[in-house]
């Protein structure tokens, strides 16, 4: 599973000049999860992550490397929330690894990409209380609301980091978990939400091919895309075309 990897390259570009904090994963870090959706009043704010009109961008990267994804970790770009004044720039981005999914059968192919999706998913089952997370798959939007009483009580993002990694830790598939979370002043958050849009035109292509698209390049809406991230191609034909070498759709 390489289609994501030259996002993943290209995030340490867009992620500002500040050196990052890195934490190892400890599941006792994890901060409470309510196990539902966590209201916090704007009475009750501190601030928010991406409030005001600033940015929000959230994506997901799967990759098989162990050279991307070495370990468990979490890492702080810029200003943790015990530092924060007021309602901040932001982004988190997980990046996971996962066990070789991949298959030249159609069928095990299929069940691969369905368990991205999954993946993906997890961040709609994560309630840190106190940490009231607004998700906007459209626009690829994640701003969250931070209760003063939370803050005060210790909240940091490698404790909501943990609860995060200990979430996606529970599918099996995943073997590591990489989680950054940005809220550095000079980091890149246009070139970060085009990543992110870059991500979701993946994974719409790839739910595109499953169904069964069309094998003219000339015809297809998604030609944009297969011609950008390597591999497309090939997994489109291997799918939609089996026996045929992409090649020959040029």
């Known amino acids: 599973m390489e289609l994501y990897n030259p996002i993943i390259r290209g995030v ?3 992620v500002g000049s500040s050196t990052p904090q890195k934490y190892p994963y400890d599941p006792a870090d994890a901060w ?4 539902a959706f966590e209201l916090v009043m704007l009475r009750d704010a501190a601030f928010e992550l991406g ?3 600033k ?7 799967v990759t098989t490397s162990p050279e991307l994804v070495p370990q468990d970790e979490i890492l702080v770009y810029g200003s943790d929330l015990s530092q924060l004044k007021g309602d901040s720039s932001y982004a ?3 990046l996971l690894r996962v066990g070789d999914i991949e298959s030249d059968d159609e069928e095990d192919t299929e069940q691969a ?10 961040k709609y089952h994560v309630f840190p209380k106190g940490y009231m997370i607004r998700t906007s798959s459209e626009s690829s939007r994640e701003q969250v609301r931070i209760s003063r009483d939370a803050l005060k009580s210790g909240m940091s993002f490698r404790r909501i980091g943990a609860d995060f990694i200990r979430q996606y830790k529970r599918n099996p598939h995943i073997l590591a978990v990489k989680l950054l979370f940005i809220t550095a002043p000079d980091a890149n958050y246009d070139g970060l939400a085009k990543s992110a849009k870059t991500v979701k035109d993946i994974t719409m292509s790839l739910t595109k091919i499953l169904e069964g698209m069309p094998t003219d390049c000339g015809s297809c809406n998604l030609k944009a895309i297969c011609d950008e991230v390597e591999g497309m191609k090939e997994l489109h034909f291997g799918v939609g075309d089996k026996g045929t070498n992409a090649k020959d759709h040029h």
């Open 12 to 14: 340490e570009e867009l």
């Open 32 to 35: 409470e999860d309510t196990g």
């Open 51 to 53: 409030g005001s009109g």
């Open 55 to 61: 940015s929000a961008v959230n994506f997901t990267c």
């Open 92 to 94: 988190r981005i997980a």
């Open 113 to 122: 990409f369905r368990a991205i999706q999954d993946m993906d998913f997890v």
